[in-house]
């Protein structure tokens, strides 16, 4: 199968993005069975990066398995705002980590090696564990998945939690509602079910004046910087237009 009649199947099927994908497609095929059989997952609607098994993400190509959240761009904010705060000595966790983008990219480019990372979905961490070293992956709900010696000991928390309304989870793009695990995307009733336990746990493992960020949506923002406020960080909206990104970042009381 020649690229112009992968581009022509591709773009038949909606890919905007055609040519590059193709491209790629093409890049990461062993055979022509094997480009066919690619070919054939995209155009049936898997995300391309399923189809690839990576997501770019800072120029880092991040391991995503299927139903694994898949990295959005947006987030690379998140990795801007924390870098600000880390240091030599920084204890940085990733916590609802998916594969671990944000901690994979903390690693490669701000100046702590000390990095962990922590999921509920077990399909999540394996990925994880594919992209920084396996044993600081932890799997579990939360908090409660890191070792209790971190308690009180956390630097710089960077946090993807779910956001989604569960009743706006019918709404998003196909290639999110169809493909990635729920547990990554339902954020309950008003999408901040997940935020609040963040916001109620957060200061008991964080060290006094420790620096949190968690992103949001933009119509959620004040109502996530609120929960961390109400717990006693000082706590403000970040907006990245660029990126169309919103984040909470938060300063643990001292």
């Keep these: 199968m020649d690229e112009q009649a992968i581009v022509v199947r591709l773009r038949s099927a909606g890919c905007v993005f055609a ?5 790629l497609l093409r890049e990461a095929a062993t055979d022509v069975g094997g480009l066919t059989e690619l070919v054939d997952r995209r155009v049936s609607g898997t995300p391309l990066e399923y189809v690839l098994g990576w997501s770019e993400f800072r120029g880092l190509r991040i391991a995503v398995d299927d139903g694994v959240f898949v990295p959005r761009r947006r987030t690379e904010f998140l990795v801007d705002l924390a ?63 890191l070792p209790s010696a971190s308690r009180g000991r956390l630097d710089v928390l960077v946090v993807n939690a779910p956001y989604v309304p569960t009743a706006e989870i019918t709404f998003m793009p196909s290639e999110a509602r169809n493909f990635e695990a729920t547990v990554a995307l339902d954020g309950g009733y008003d999408g901040l079910d997940v935020h609040r336990r963040v916001a109620a746990e957060a200061a008991e493992w964080l060290v006094p004046g420790g620096f949190l960020v968690i992103e949001t949506s933009e119509r959620q923002a004040e109502r996530t910087r609120a929960l961390f406020a109400d717990q006693g960080f000082a706590a403000d909206v970040r907006r990245d237009e660029d990126r169309d990104a919103t984040a909470v970042t938060a300063r643990a009381p001292r």
């Design 83 to 145: 870098l600000a705060e880390v240091r030599s000595s920084s204890v940085v966790v990733d916590l609802c980590c998916g594969a671990g983008a944000l901690a994979a990219a903390v690693c490669a480019e701000g100046a702590s090696t000390n990095v962990a990372a922590a999921d509920i979905d077990p399909a999540a961490v394996a990925c994880a564990r594919r992209n920084l070293d396996a044993d600081r992956v932890f799997l579990g709900d939360l908090f409660a998945a």
């Design 19 to 23: 040519e590059d994908e193709a491209r």
